[in-house]
């Protein structure tokens, strides 16, 4: 199934995801009410960024973490390729037919489990969501829950059926009936394999955070413990570890501890008769540490490796929220993991996970413990895509061709551009100049001319470069498009500056960002970059505003570009509450952790069911909030939340600038 076949599955069965994203909230609840028990959160967080910067393809470290792991007797091996690492596991398994296994991201990306009962061996997941997953054939949705999709119904029927008998739908019942059956296999392998959630180089020792208590079972009671791993994870120290573990059990479960946190750096071992040592004594007679570089020494940017694997952004991102584990691949689930992909230079591999069904929108840094801009990281996995010449979609080369040859992404004739502005009188020199973009130009000319009238009520009298204007690039620059957008933007600066711009403004926040994005231009030219929302903020004084009241209840939403891109979250809100009678209200979701729309990054053009259910649940926040109108500052938000308005239109979706206009006294 192609990437497009599987988005439009995944968003029509949309529903089978809707427990997921109750539980993502359920997380994100109970970390905003535990984070309080952490008083030095913030300095955790930011000493794990900064270990990660000083360790990731770190040669040194790793190679005290690996003599250390050998001083304390763990056999250690290094292994290139994934393949290597499943054939290496293979050949110590060999002999065997039962493993036990618990929890590692790395094993479901080498799809040890599979590869291993394909030689014949059987592999038993010994997690209880990873069992689930195991028994449903379906993918983890979730790196530490990963059956959180499932209910207890359906549970009910996937154990009945395992079982040959009734499991009723009693958590009780069915984890005793896991549990059971798990200890059962437990008690009998003869080899346990488990991840490392962090390796604390100068100890040697391997550090597992769990809950369920079945990764100590693993790491204990067999006769050989295998440690999958990767290079990224090593640390320099015990206490960098242990700051690992405080991010990765808030961020992935909400919680301030975990059950367990097991520290193991060696094999068992007793020295109680005459001082000879003796392993094996209660647990493994062998410990074998295998770290798996697949790639990773080679990353052209490491930041996707300083991820703790929380799954912290998976509850924020609005594409996962729909499509789940078709945005990624098995063990690098979402953005991140796709960026991961990209980084490595697995392409055409990252394409078909989901490069470009980002919307950029930047939610995921927001909740990230350690400051990851997975946005970036995917927009340089898709400069590398079109740098490589790779075979992008029909509907990606027809954007990048329209605003190539036409200087718009419809291929709409350049001369229809500044057809709104014929009746405005406009000059086209001066010192402020309005840049309509090209969603407004062509498609909301309505909302350039109230643009202009706003200016003028404060007292502006803007310029305007008509067919001079051009494309900004922003499309471009999220399409990987990258020089192409830099000469976009450039020439934009070129004729803006021979029209006199001094200070530009724009109502559109994806003009805004990119035209703001480049420094050097806007030091040569001279030129400041506005949003509309700004300058009249500055001269609300000088509106003449007579409050309204026809919209009723209204709430806004922040586009992501102007919001969280450029932290204008204040000026769209002062100009509201000058505008309505009634002071607007917030949505469960605004400013900084506002969703996006789901239109971004040619998401609403390539995946245009996806960009739609992203917008409907957006629009069903409004609802939540008891709002009769949603207003917003960017055209194409505008655009894709009010294709949506809901059937029976009990949200209106309005543009800030149409609402600002009507409470002008003079226009009314
Ligand atoms: S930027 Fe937005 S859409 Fe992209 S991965 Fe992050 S949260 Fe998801
Ligand atoms: S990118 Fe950040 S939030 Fe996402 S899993 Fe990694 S550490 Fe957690």
């Given at each position: 199934m192609s990437l497009r076949e599987k988005v439009r599955k995944a968003v029509g069965e949309r529903d089978s995801l809707a427990r997921m994203r109750k539980s993502f909230e359920t997380i994100a609840e109970r970390r905003a009410t535990n984070s309080g028990r952490i008083p030095d959160l913030q300095p955790v967080k930011e000493r794990v960024r900064k270990v990660k910067e000083t360790s990731v393809g770190n040669e040194g470290l790793l190679a005290e973490a690996i003599s250390s792991l050998r001083e304390n007797g763990c056999r250690v091996v290094l292994v290139k390729t994934g393949e290597a690492a499943v054939d290496f596991i293979a050949d110590e398994v060999a002999g065997h037919s039962l493993v036990v296994k618990s929890k590692s991201n790395v094993s479901k990306q080498l799809r040890l489990s599979e590869s291993l009962s394909e030689r014949g061996i059987e592999v038993i997941e010994t997690d209880l969501g990873d069992r689930i997953v195991q028994l449903m054939g379906c993918p983890a949705v979730h790196p530490t829950g990963p059956a959180c999709h499932l209910g207890r119904k359906e549970i009910s029927e996937l154990l009945s059926r395992h079982f040959g008998r009734m499991i009723s739908d009693d958590p009780k019942e069915l984890t005793e009936a896991v549990r059971e059956e798990i200890s059962g296999y437990v008690e009998r392998a003869k080899v346990g394999i488990t991840g490392a959630n962090v390796i604390a180089a100068r100890e040697g020792a391997i550090v597992i955070v769990h809950n369920e208590g079945n990764a100590a079972r693993c790491a204990s009671l067999p006769e050989k413990h295998i440690v999958v791993t990767t290079p990224e994870k090593v640390v320099p120290d015990l206490r960098d570890?242990?700051?690992?573990?405080?991010?990765?059990?808030?961020?992935?479960?909400?919680?301030?501890?975990?059950?367990?946190?097991?520290?193991?750096?060696?094999?068992?071992?007793?020295a109680d008769i005459e001082k000879m040592i003796y392993t094996g004594m209660h647990g493994p007679k062998e410990v074998i540490v295998v770290i798996v570089d697949d790639g990773r020494q080679s990353l052209s940017d490491p930041e996707s490796l300083y991820c703790i694997g929380c799954g912290s952004c998976l509850t924020r991102c609005p594409v996962y929220s729909i499509v789940g584990p078709v945005f990624g691949t098995p063990g690098r689930v979402g953005g991140l993991g796709v960026g991961m992909l990209a980084s490595m230079g697995r392409l055409k591999e990252a394409d078909d996970a989901g490069l470009f069904l980002c919307t950029s929108c930047g939610g995921c840094r927001e909740v990230c413990p350690v400051d990851i801009d997975t946005r970036k990281v995917l927009l340089k996995g898709r400069e590398a895509f079109v740098g490589q010449k790779l075979e992008g979609t029909a509907e990606r080369d027809a954007i990048v061709g329209s605003v190539r040859n036409y200087d718009n992404p419809w291929q709409m004739p350049r001369a229809r551009r500044s057809r709104w502005s014929r009746e405005?009188?406009?000059?086209?020199e001066g010192e402020i100049v309005y840049f309509a973009g090209c969603s407004t130009s062509f498609l909301f000319p309505e909302s350039a001319k109230g643009a202009i009238r706003l200016l003028r009520a404060a007292g502006m009298e803007p310029a305007y470069i008509g067919s001079s204007e051009r494309c900004c690039g922003s499309i471009l620059r999220k399409l990987g498009e990258t020089e192409l957008a830099r000469e976009k933007a450039e020439s934009c600066y070129m004729n803006l500056a021979k029209a006199g711009a001094k200070v530009v403004v724009t109502s559109c926040p994806g003009c805004y960002s990119t035209l703001d994005a480049y420094p050097e231009f806007k030091e040569r030219y001279g030129i400041e970059i506005r949003h509309i929302s700004q300058i009249l903020c500055e001269h609300l004084d000088k509106l003449k505003i007579v409050p309204v009241k026809a919209y009723g209840k209204v709430t806004y939403h922040d586009p992501c570009d102007l919001g969280r891109e450029k932290a204008v979250f204040d000026e769209p809100r002062a100009l509201l509450d000058a505008a309505l009678e009634t002071p607007a209200v917030e949505m469960r979701r605004s400013r900084s952790e506002s969703a996006c729309?789901?239109?971004?990054?040619?998401?609403?053009?390539?995946?245009?069911?996806?960009?739609?259910?992203?917008?409907?649940?957006?629009?069903?926040?409004?609802?939540?909030?008891g709002a009769d109108t949603l207003v917003t500052a960017c055209p194409w938000c505008f655009q894709n939340l009010r294709e949506c308005q809901n059937s029976d239109q009990s949200v209106a979706v309005v543009d800030l600038m149409e609402l600002l206009l009507s409470a002008l006294s003079d226009q009314r």
């Open positions: 570890a242990i700051d690992v573990t405080k991010l990765q059990t808030l961020y992935s479960t909400g919680k301030v501890i975990s059950s367990y946190i097991e520290v193991i750096s060696g094999p068992s071992y007793t405005m009188a406009l000059p086209s729309c789901g239109a971004g990054s040619g998401v609403k053009s390539g995946f245009g069911e996806l960009a739609s259910a992203i917008a409907m649940e957006r629009i069903s926040q409004a609802v939540a909030a």
